[in-house]
């Protein structure tokens, strides 16, 4: 894919937009127009029906950057439904993108019924007991760690629902992701093994079937993702 990170077309002003799923859009004035057009919609459109039915009416907003300096996004739930803000300015595009997807994850969480939860949980256990010891994105893997750093820190309730929401939205972004575009996995002892990557997105997809168009695999050489 083109890496359109240093396009320097400029939008002069931005009002709100409708996205996909009926979601409206919001990006600061400034930002590089392919942003919006190249990378969130088409990110939100992979986003599966049955995945967006879950989650409120969603705002997002793209800002040069947030009033914390270090963090890249945020996500509130209100009465009006989900806002989320994305810090921008000096991000890769596609990093961006990726940023929304995580916190539409983070959402999605918290709304899965108690079956689903408790399946995802042992999921991750057979992972742990498997000694698989790697995770999808950074966040993931430092909630990881924290939760198996000690015997007492293995068994906190808190730690283990910590390491699960972290590791559910970094996957529930990966799906999305798979789905907006065929993807490079990369491979190394920090990272999720490609066994345990496909059968969590095969979860997913059981869960939040892929939209007409769209496809997880591959129709006959596997998993579109390449290892």
């Given at each position: 894919m083109r890496d359109d990170s240093s396009v320097s077309v400029r939008r002069a002003q931005c009002g709100p937009s409708r996205l996909a799923h009926g979601w409206r859009l919001e990006a600061a004035p400034g930002l590089p127009v392919e942003l919006a057009d190249g990378f969130v919609r088409p990110a939100v459109r992979a986003v599966p029906r049955a995945l967006a039915a879950r989650l409120k009416p969603c705002r997002i907003r793209?800002?040069?950057?947030?009033?914390?300096?270090?963090?890249?996004?945020?996500?509130?739930?209100?009465?009006?439904?989900?806002?989320?803000?994305?810090?921008c300015d000096?991000?890769?595009?596609?990093?961006?993108?990726?940023?929304?997807?995580?916190?539409?994850?983070?959402?999605?969480?918290?709304?899965?019924?108690?079956?689903?939860?408790?399946?995802?949980?042992?999921?991750?256990?057979?992972?742990?007991?498997?000694?698989?010891?790697?995770?999808?994105d950074e966040e993931a893997l430092a909630a990881k760690r924290r939760l198996l750093s000690g015997r007492l820190a293995a068994r906190s309730r808190r730690r283990l629902q910590d390491y699960a929401r972290a590791s559910f939205a970094a996957t529930a972004a990966e799906y999305v992701h798979c789905l907006w575009h065929d993807v490079t996995v990369r491979i190394g002892p920090e990272h999720l093994p490609a066994p345990q990557l496909r059968r969590r997105l095969e979860l997913l997809a059981r869960w939040f079937p892929p939209d007409r168009g769209y496809r997880l695999f591959a129709a006959a050489t596997g998993p579109s993702v390449t290892i």
């Open positions: 793209l800002l040069e950057r947030l009033e914390g300096p270090e963090q890249a996004s945020q996500w509130t739930e209100g009465e009006a439904g989900l806002e989320i803000a994305v810090a000096g991000v890769e595009l596609h990093d961006a993108a990726m940023e929304l997807l995580v916190c539409l994850g983070q959402a999605l969480w918290g709304q899965l019924a108690p079956a689903e939860s408790s399946t995802y949980l042992i999921l991750l256990c057979d992972e742990v007991f498997a000694c698989v010891a790697g995770e999808i």
